[in-house]
Every structure is written in C-alpha cells, then in structure tokens.
C-alpha cells in the first residue's frame, strides 16, 4: 500500500537547504498494489489500516530539480507469505490502537475517560465490501459449536 503526498506546484517548491526543508502538501493520492484509491469509503479504509495496522512504514522524499516535491510513504508487511494475501492486523488490535492514540501521549496516559461514542473508535468495513482497487479478506473466527450428544 501507498500513500503519497506530492506538491503540485514545482515553482513553489523549496530548494533542499541543510537538513531541513519546508514544502506545501497540496494533495494526497493513495495506492494499492499500483492502482489508485479513488473511492472514499476506500480511502477511509485504507488510512485506518496504516495508522492501525501492523505493517511497516519506508519513506521517500521525491526531489526533482534539488526541490522537495512530494513525500512518498510504502506500508509492506515485515515478512512476505506465499499464500496470496499478508495479514495486516487483528481488528480487535486496531480498535485498541486507535483508543491509545487517544489516551496515551508518549507512554504516559493522559485520559481514563473519554466524552466519545465507542463507536467512533470502529475501523469501519461496510458489510459484504468487495472490491478489485483495494481487495481484502476478512477472517471472521468464532468458536467451535457444541456438538449435541444424543444418548
């Protein structure tokens, strides 16, 4: 998955100066396996995933000219599988990370107690959602029936 944070403006860009540079974002565009990420339900699903997931971030800075223009971020698994999908994260882990992001600020808890609706911390997944540009498989895993014993 990508998410890419070009500048549209080359001429507005700033030269790369020392080790600190300043640049614009103008847009964002977000990628999956190479094809863009058009649909907001999409896009809400895909930035929950990064912020929430648990796969690794690489950046890149895109100069061109010797000015920054934009800012490309690749989330890839740790370990490549064969099995023709990789795991992003549990749900349930999900949930947890985005209500610490709201209590914990540098390993130090800053709220017991939230004013929001439990369901604000949901990673939203439409039910049935299926889709080419940003294909997932949901695991839902439940626990063996009880056989029924005849006597």
Not at 49 to 73: A, P, T
Not at 110 to 116: A, N, P, R, Y
Request: one cysteine or more.
């Amino acid at each position: 998955m990508e998410h890419v944070q070009p500048g549209t403006n080359k001429d507005e860009a700033k030269e790369i100066k020392a080790s600190v540079t300043q640049f614009t974002i103008r847009e964002t565009k977000c990628y999956c396996s190479e094809k863009q990420i058009t649909n907001n339900t999409e896009q809400g699903i895909l930035l929950n995933l990064i912020r929430f997931g648990d796969w690794v971030e690489e950046n890149e800075v895109i100069i061109e000219e010797g000015k920054v223009i934009g800012v490309k971020l690749v989330y890839s698994p740790q370990e490549i599988t064969d099995q023709g999908f990789e795991i992003i994260g549990l749900l349930s882990s999900m949930i947890s990370n985005r209500f610490k992001e709201q209590t914990i600020n540098n390993g130090e808890i800053m709220s017991l107690d939230l004013s929001i609706n439990p369901k604000d911390f949901s990673i939203f997944i439409p039910e049935g959602y299926d889709s080419e540009d940003l294909p997932l498989w949901q695991f839902i895993i439940s626990p063996k029936e009880k056989e029924s014993v005849v006597d």
